[in-house]
């Protein structure tokens, strides 16, 4: 079974700063991990996954993260926040190769503050 | 190509009443998912379907049923309306051969039960 646990339900950083968005999973098999963006009153996208090849992600928008066996973590981050990332984002894991379904943590709301 | 696409985008149903929230995907996916959000509880699948004519359990399936007549849609019905209904669907559609599952998401439905 797998299950995803997303620390901290609202993340508040100033433009500019490092956005960190934290991202915990459970997997009883090699897991397939993803970031899903939200904006305002619109659906879900990509931001980018890990699929078993480079641990270090690089997504869209100037996302990256680091899928960390020893910590079961994939973490996400930015180096230099902007106005619009101000979003929701969720982590998600599939179990493994041919899996029909995702499990999603319950989100993370990004505030950039002027 | 539209993606995925949902019907209708806002709906308002008083407590009995009953409805088909319409999903269609043009890019040949197999599976086809539909979930819930509500604050604070992230996305639960409600349904899916891994093929024409097949469907199965989600994780909060209870008051919903689903059909999967065409390979590009994916009704989900609800037959007598709740208030604890009350939320935003979503509808999604993944590629099985990709075999990590990564989704693709419709705008979303709001719904309002009274």
Same mark, same amino acid.
């Given at each position: 079974?797998?299950?995803?646990?997303?620390?901290?339900?609202?993340?508040?950083?100033?433009?500019?700063?490092?956005?960190?968005?934290?991202?915990?999973?459970?997997?009883?098999?090699?897991?397939?991990?993803?970031?899903?963006?939200?904006?305002?009153?619109?659906?879900?996208?990509?931001?980018?996954?890990?699929?078993?090849?480079?641990?270090?992600?690089?997504?869209?928008?100037? %996302?990256?993260?680091?899928?960390?066996?020893?910590?079961?973590?994939?973490?996400?981050?930015?180096?230099?926040?902007? !106005?619009?990332?101000?979003?929701? #984002?969720?982590?998600?894991?599939?179990?493994?190769?041919?899996?029909?379904?995702?499990?999603?943590?319950?989100?993370?709301?990004?505030?950039?503050?002027? | 190509?539209?993606?995925?696409?949902?019907?209708?985008?806002?709906?308002?149903?008083?407590?009995?009443?009953?409805?088909?929230?319409?999903?269609?995907?043009?890019?040949?996916?197999? #599976? !086809?998912?539909?979930?819930?959000?509500?604050?604070? !509880?992230?996305?639960?699948?409600?349904?899916?379907?891994?093929?024409?004519?097949?469907?199965?359990?989600?994780?909060?399936?209870?008051?919903?049923?689903?059909?999967?007549?065409?390979?590009?849609? %994916?009704?989900?019905?609800?037959?007598?309306?709740?208030?604890?209904?009350?939320?935003?669907? %979503?509808?999604?559609?993944?590629?099985?051969?990709?075999?990590?599952?990564?989704?693709? %998401?419709?705008?979303?439905?709001?719904?309002?039960?009274?």
């Amino acid at each position: 079974a797998q299950s995803v646990t997303q620390l901290g339900s609202h993340v508040s950083v100033s433009e500019g700063a490092l956005v960190l968005l934290r991202c915990n999973y459970s997997s009883s098999v090699p897991p397939y991990l993803f970031w899903y963006v939200q904006y305002p009153n619109q659906g879900l996208q990509l931001l980018l996954k890990y699929t078993s090849a480079a641990t270090l992600v690089k997504g869209i928008n100037g %996302f990256e993260a680091e899928f960390k066996k020893s910590e079961t973590s994939f973490h996400l981050t930015k180096p230099s926040a902007h !106005m619009s990332d101000a979003a929701e #984002y969720f982590c998600a894991v599939s179990g493994g190769r041919g899996a029909q379904k995702l499990v999603f943590g319950q989100g993370t709301r990004l505030t950039i503050n002027p | 190509n539209a993606g995925v696409t949902q019907t209708p985008k806002f709906r308002v149903l008083k407590t009995g009443q009953s409805m088909t929230l319409l999903c269609a995907q043009d890019m040949n996916h197999e #599976y !086809m998912y539909w979930y819930r959000q509500d604050p604070g !509880m992230g996305l639960r699948l409600i349904h899916y379907s891994v093929g024409e004519g097949t469907t199965a359990k989600g994780e909060v399936p209870d008051g919903y049923n689903v059909s999967r007549l065409k390979k590009q849609n %994916f009704l989900l019905g609800l037959e007598s309306a709740a208030p604890s209904q009350t939320s935003v669907y %979503f509808c999604a559609s993944s590629f099985y051969r990709v075999r990590n599952n990564e989704q693709f %998401f419709g705008p979303g439905t709001r719904l309002t039960v009274l």
